[in-house]
């Protein structure tokens, strides 16, 4: 058994289920003492029951944002040697179909809520003069696919962001590094679609024949169900990112990530974007 105040301190965020539930279980058993988030009170208590030490964080409110951080540090005696932003939500529609509400939200969760937890982070690591800093991006924030624009968005300007950070720290002793899944088995497709109802006027829209199908996906009805990895692959690369001595800048992860990536390099734009219509 490793003493709590020997054991490396790992912040995780969205561990109601997928990743995040995964990955903070894992690392615990691999020696980490983590500090696990969820936004419900009810995933908040079943974390806690799992003996996973959690506190409730909601990344589109800044009021929230701090109190997790304080809660975590309170609880560690000021220690963060890692954080890996993981929690999301996904707004699917057609950009055309898209308020700026919607839009907003989508970035204050993926992208705003990141890099204002990253900020707290950075405070204690840099005082420390170490640390590791992970964003779940995916592959959808380097190779774009139809009727995901706003989380496409969300997730490109997380890279751009995320890198230009990654260059700024060297020599720092903090390391930043992006994990790019392709499919994955989690709740998100659930969540996206009560956003995409909530927010997406199916009867007006020019798409709505093409929305249908989205709906079945998301419903995860019979011959719309897609293979999708387990989130044991995104936990070996968070591994690598935690304890490498160089960790990569990016982890893409799932076969379809990968093939995505070698497409992007190897075709011209115009018949890879023609390729992406059709696999959906």
Not at 44 to 65: C, K, M, N, V, W
Not at 157 to 178: F, K, N, P
Request: proline fraction near 4%.
């Amino acid at each position: 058994m490793y003493d709590k105040t020997d054991r490396k301190v790992v912040l995780i965020t969205g561990c109601s289920s997928g990743i995040g539930a995964h990955c903070a279980r894992r690392l615990m058993q691999d020696g980490w003492r983590v500090i696990a988030s969820a936004r419900k009170a009810d995933d908040i208590a079943t974390l806690r029951a799992a003996g996973i030490e959690a506190f409730p964080l909601d990344y589109a409110d800044s009021d929230s944002i701090a109190a997790f951080f304080d809660s975590a540090m309170t609880a560690t005696g000021g220690r963060c040697d890692a954080l890996y932003n993981n929690g999301a939500i996904s707004q699917l529609g057609a950009v055309e179909d898209l308020t700026t509400d919607a839009l907003r939200r989508q970035f204050e969760v993926n992208f705003f809520g990141y890099h204002e937890l990253t900020r707290h982070a950075l405070t204690v690591m840099r005082a420390a003069g170490h640390g590791r800093i992970v964003h779940c991006a995916s592959i959808l924030g380097r190779v774009p696919v139809r009727w995901s624009g706003a989380y496409n968005a969300s997730k490109y300007a997380l890279e751009g962001l995320a890198l230009t950070q990654r260059m700024e720290l060297e020599g720092s002793g903090i390391h930043v590094s992006l994990i790019e899944p392709g499919p994955i088995e989690t709740n998100i497709a659930t969540n996206a679609l009560h956003h995409f109802l909530a927010n997406v006027d199916q009867e007006k829209s020019p798409y709505g024949t093409d929305y249908l199908k989205r709906i079945s996906i998301l419903k995860g009805e019979p011959g719309a169900r897609t293979r999708k990895a387990g989130p044991e692959i995104v936990y070996k690369a968070l591994r690598h990112a935690l304890t490498a001595r160089r960790p990569r800048a990016h982890y893409p992860v799932t076969t379809k990530a990968k093939l995505g990536l070698l497409a992007q390099r190897l075709l011209p734009p115009s018949l890879l974007y023609r390729l992406l219509i059709r696999s959906q």
